[in-house]
Nanobody, 115 residues
Framework: QVQLVESGGGLVQAGGSLRLSCAAS????????MDWYRQAPGKQRELVAT???????AYTDLVKGRFTVSRGNARNTMYLQINSLKPEDTATYYC?????????WGKGTLVTVSS
């Protein structure tokens, strides 16, 4: 069974940076794609970044230029580097993966940005 575990969240001041990690049970190269979503209090979960199996990346306009998704040297880790954090980036960040039409979710890591 696939498990995704996020880490790296925390409390940070506006303008700061964080690197979130998503550790998968098994190689991430087996996934068609992996994504980072976030959900702010009282809001719907939204897609912020996608890492496709071939290495291509995509970002929502809200985070372009500040967020970078990447694979780690270990074959089972994906990262989300977040720079120039803003209070509106406060949310729980979730790792998501898809393989052969089946979706997997982690339990999330909370990022809180103070102004």
């Amino acid at each position: 069974q696939v498990q995704l575990v996020e880490s790296g969240g925390g409390l940070v001041q506006a303008g700061g940076s964080l690197r979130l990690s998503c550790a998968a049970s098994g190689s991430i190269f087996s996934f068609d794609k992996m994504d980072w979503y976030r959900q702010a209090p009282g809001k719907q979960r939204e897609l912020v970044a996608t890492l496709f199996s071939g290495g291509r990346t995509a970002y929502t306009d809200l985070v372009k230029g500040r967020f970078t998704v990447s694979r780690g040297n270990a074959r089972n880790t994906m990262y989300l580097q977040i720079n120039s954090l803003k209070p509106e980036d406060t949310a729980t960040y979730y790792c998501h993966a898809a393989r052969l039409g089946v979706e997997y979710w982690g339990k999330g890591t909370l990022v809180t940005v103070s102004s």
